[in-house]
């Protein structure tokens, strides 16, 4: 079973708006990614925060961790139509040695003009 | 710097014909990975690579094979295609512990 979960699967707002979604996972982990998938194309890495790290900010892009939930969430503030995209979560387990990152199925993320 | 590159972009094959996904990245990188892409699924590991030399089975290794040619490439092999392999096919490397880079993808439809 995947380790990482996104919810919602898809989310539809308005340019301007915020824009949250969340990932869980199961087990023990070193860091957590949010990657961005436009489409047809590959995943572009969007934010790294580990395991020791609650809150991470890059742009207009907010993550927080939360390891006693295990879960994870990414906020897009002020959206804009060239956000649209799937939103991925990948996670490092703890004992897999920085090998073999473990995705969600992802969120799609539509913003309408 | 080219990042990671993969070719072909797209490729048709009828079940049972033989072919090699070819993937190189040019960021010095120990890991290389193989993903395929379903709709609906996320990214499932085929293989990865931990150095040159080295390869492991991902979450959906049955019908592939990997070679680490070299630190630079990182191919995938389908030796019999099957319908059920059809899907896009996304090669990918990173330093341990950091993020990933992705290649553009192979887009593979087996008949």
């Known amino acids: 079973s995947q380790q990482g979960e996104e919810d919602p699967q898809a989310l539809s707002i308005q340019e301007g708006e915020n824009a949250t979604m969340n990932c869980s996972y199961k087990?023990?982990?070193?860091?957590l990614q949010w990657y961005r998938q436009n489409s047809g194309r590959g995943l572009v890495h969007l934010i790294l925060?580990?395991?020791?790290?609650r809150e991470k900010h890059s742009g207009r892009l907010r993550v927080t961790l939360d390891t006693s939930k295990k879960s994870s969430s990414l906020l897009i503030t002020a959206s804009r139509a060239a956000d649209t995209a799937s939103y991925f979560c990948?996670?490092?387990?703890?004992?897999?040695?920085?090998?073999?990152?473990?995705f969600g199925p992802g969120t799609r993320l539509s913003v309408l003009p | 710097n080219a990042g990671v590159t993969q070719t072909p972009k797209f490729q048709v094959l009828k079940t049972g014909q033989s072919m090699t996904l070819q993937c190189a990245q040019d960021?010095?990188?120990?890991?290389m990975y193989w993903y395929r892409q379903d709709p609906g699924m996320g990214l499932r590991l085929i293989y990865y690579?931990?150095?040159?030399?080295?390869?492991d089975k991902g979450e959906v290794p049955n019908g592939y094979n990997v070679s680490r040619l070299n630190k630079r490439e990182f191919s995938l092999r389908l030796e019999s295609a099957a319908p059920s392999q059809t899907s896009v096919y996304f090669c990918?490397?990173?330093?341990?512990?950091?993020?990933?880079?992705f290649g553009p993808g192979t887009r593979l439809t087996v008949l």
């Open positions: 087990t023990s982990i070193n860091n």
């Open positions: 960021m010095n990188h120990n890991s």
């Open positions: 990918a490397s990173s330093a341990p512990r950091h993020e990933q880079f």
């Open positions: 990948a996670t490092d387990p703890k004992y897999n040695y920085g090998q073999n990152f473990v």
């Open positions: 690579s931990a150095s040159e030399g080295t390869t």
């Open positions: 925060i580990r395991s020791n790290e």
